[in-house]
Nanobody
Framework: QVQVVASGGGLVQPGGSLRLSCVVS????????VGWFRQAPGKEREFVGA????????YYSDSVKGRFTTSRDNARNSAYLQMNSLKPEDTAIYYC?????????????????WGQGTQVTVSS
């Protein structure tokens, strides 16, 4: 059974940082890309960033480019999203998802497995 578990969310002040983790079990993690998405109240789920299965390629939305960095540790079946210079508009539930190839990483409907999400709130 495949499990995708995201963690690390919380309350942070504007300008602060958080690091999200995503642990994937039940599949060959080394052959899956990992994507990060977020959904704010009343809004559609949007792409944040993604990393290819080998960790050599990363992609980011324009809204987070230069502030967020995604990485992975295949030995630990884990991916990470380092979020710096957080803004109130980054407030959302953040999800990680796994995909069986490195194509179309920006489209949520293309992902095979999803985690439950972790809340990130940026507020003073």
């Amino acid at each position: 059974q495949v499990q995708v578990v995201a963690s690390g969310g919380g309350l942070v002040q504007p300008g602060g940082s958080l690091r999200l983790s995503c642990v994937v079990s039940g599949l060959n993690f080394r052959t899956f890309a990992v994507g990060w998405f977020r959904q704010a109240p009343g809004k559609e789920r949007e792409f944040v960033g993604a990393i290819g299965w080998a960790g050599r390629t990363t992609y980011y939305s324009d809204s987070v480019k230069g502030r967020f960095t995604t990485s992975r540790d295949n030995a630990r079946n884990s991916a990470y999203l380092q979020m710096n210079s957080l803004k109130p508009e980054d407030t959302a539930i953040y999800y990680c998802a796994a995909k069986a190839n490195n194509y179309d990483l920006g489209f949520p409907n293309e992902y095979d497995y999803w985690g439950q999400g972790t809340q990130v709130t940026v507020s003073s």
